[in-house]
């Protein structure tokens, strides 16, 4: 967390803006963001919302500054490769505040498998800036799930595109070339593939009018505006021009759970053993308990080839494709078996072998503050690991009313 108060910061910095009609300044500084991605466009929404007054923003990103970042990306300069790009953004967002304490939160983590969905609960606004479709899809779900409003940046060279979720998630508007995508992040067993195809070609001046009609559609929405929820706006690089189209919600989007009536638990952190939350859930529903993971975590794999056993104990988000590589079979020339038959577990249960009740629920692949779905005698609950909410979002203000 890094709290600062820019020496010479004047409460007039404002002053221009607050003369806009509709304008509401304490709105704006009362804003939570959440920004995944800073990579250029993360950059750049995140520069004009702290321009804008928004002080609160958590900057997730588990990637590191590299030289080609650096013609695109506003906040980075030459010397920060190697870097951790939500550290350097967080260092240099401090650096361009207008005025106030700002109050980052820089995470260094997975957006997608890694973020618990506790932390969507915390914001009032969630900003898509990932160039992956299986990261949008990823960051778009939980926000969806939890009802909070999501802009979602796309640029192809002079082209760009913001869409804004409603009723239809980000997911809803893929089309073949997207989810191909998705199926080059992920092997048929659904674990990492280390080849992410291609870059696209990029202009940072596309990055920075994408990103701030992605500061502009969050800013209007948290004057409350919701009339762009639901819609994809065309930055048509060639005029340019804009024009917006709505969003329908697809029948066959995958991605669409609600989540409602959370019931926070500050007893709860992914630290604890699976055994000790189970209990800790038995006695509150008073009964049998069973817990489901969200994700699968895989016991053991084997070879199809030559049929060998070996134990996996890993979340599958956190298992390659090469990890499920039978060592045996891969020492003879190829063409090695790659589809193990795999044994999984997703939920969990007292009855469940020590083995993995033993181990913490982070162990398990379950990250800080995630929300956990329980089956108890009397129905489904969604609890939430509540006890880390201090640890991953140290300071943040609390749910709004
Ligand atoms: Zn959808
Ligand atoms: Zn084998």
Request: aromatic content about 4%; glycine content about 10%; hydrophobic content about 40%.
């Amino acid at each position: 967390m890094i709290i600062t108060r820019r020496p010479g910061a004047t409460a007039g910095a404002f002053d221009r803006q607050r003369l806009v009609p509709g304008w509401d300044q304490p709105r704006v500084e009362r804003a939570r963001v959440l920004v995944a991605g800073v990579g250029a466009l993360g950059n750049s929404v995140a520069a004009e919302l702290v321009a804008h007054g928004v002080r609160h923003l958590a900057l997730i990103d588990n990637d590191v500054i590299e030289t080609s970042n650096l013609s695109r990306t506003v906040l980075f300069r030459a010397g920060d490769e190697g870097r951790r790009k939500c550290d350097v953004a967080a260092e240099r967002l401090t650096l361009r505040a207008p005025a106030r304490p700002l109050h980052l939160v820089p995470l260094h983590t997975d957006a997608v498998s890694e973020l618990g969905w506790g932390v969507y609960r915390r914001v009032d606004v969630v900003l898509g800036c990932l160039d992956s479709s299986a990261a949008r899809a990823g960051v778009g779900a939980p926000a969806w799930a939890l009802d909070v409003p999501a802009v979602f940046g796309g640029i192809y060279a002079w082209d760009g595109n913001v869409l804004v979720q409603g009723e239809a998630c980000v997911a809803c508007d893929f089309g073949a070339a997207e989810w191909a995508d998705m199926n080059r992040h992920y092997s048929c067993h659904r674990v990492r593939r280390d080849s992410t195809g291609a870059p696209l070609p990029n202009l940072g001046l596309t990055t920075s009018i994408v990103g701030a009609l992605m500061a502009r559609e969050t800013l209007r929405l948290l004057h409350g505006d919701r009339s762009r929820r639901g819609s994809r706006t065309f930055l048509a690089g060639n005029g340019p021009s804009l024009h917006r189209l709505a969003v329908r919600r697809s029948p066959r989007c995958p991605m669409h759970m609600p989540v409602r009536g959370v019931v926070e638990m500050p007893e709860l952190t992914s630290a604890l053993t699976a055994g000790a939350a189970l209990e800790l859930l038995a006695r509150r529903w008073e009964g049998e308990v069973a817990l489901d993971l969200g994700r699968d975590f895989l016991l053991a794999a084997r070879c199809l080839g030559c049929g060998t056993e070996r134990p996996l104990m890993r979340a599958r988000h956190r298992t390659w494709e090469r990890d499920l590589l039978c060592e045996r079979c891969a020492k003879s020339p190829g063409p090695w078996p790659t589809d193990p038959e795999i044994e999984a577990m997703q939920s969990i249960s007292l009855q469940t072998p020590p083995a993995i009740l033993d181990r913490s629920l982070e162990a398990l692949g379950i990250p800080p503050l995630h929300l956990l779905e329980t089956r108890t005698a009397r129905g489904p609950h969604w609890i939430e690991l509540s006890g880390d909410a201090e640890r991953i979002l140290p300071g943040w203000p609390a749910i709004a009313a």
